[in-house]
């Protein structure tokens, strides 16, 4: 089911790339090619919905629907694993904790910390 999902999601997401490449601007006339708005409305003229309007409207409802799901569907997965988990890292620095003493090295009696500029030569 999952990846059925996928699958849907993915199609969804390059048909809506698509509609979106597809659409004109709002002021693509002549009138905003020089800045005016061509009507005195608030937010510009507002004209009848096209079919690409409707396909950008559906493919963007799609593909949130699509992306929720799979979110909830990731999350309700019993058996899933951290990234960290799988690859190894947690383990490798827990294996480095309780195989060390957990004390820092001691510094040798005659030598400042490192980035001090005090360093053997600096002086």
Do not use: C, Y
Request: aromatic share 4%; glycine share 14%.
């Amino acid at each position: 089911m999952v990846i059925l999902l996928t699958i849907v999601h993915v199609m969804v997401s390059f048909f809506l790339i698509i509609v979106v490449l597809l659409q004109s601007g709002k002021a693509a006339d002549l009138a905003g090619a020089f800045g005016g708005m061509g009507s005195q409305t608030a937010f510009g003229p507002r004209g009848a919905a096209t079919v690409l309007s409707k396909a950008t409207t559906t493919a963007a409802v799609l593909f949130m629907l699509t992306s929720i799901s799979l979110g909830i569907w990731q999350g309700r997965n019993v058996g899933a694993q951290s990234v960290i988990e799988t690859s190894g890292v947690a383990s490798e620095a827990e294996e480095s904790e309780s195989s060390g003493s957990g004390t820092a090295a001691p510094v040798e009696s005659g030598s400042a910390p490192a980035g001090t500029g005090q360093e053997e030569g600096l002086e």
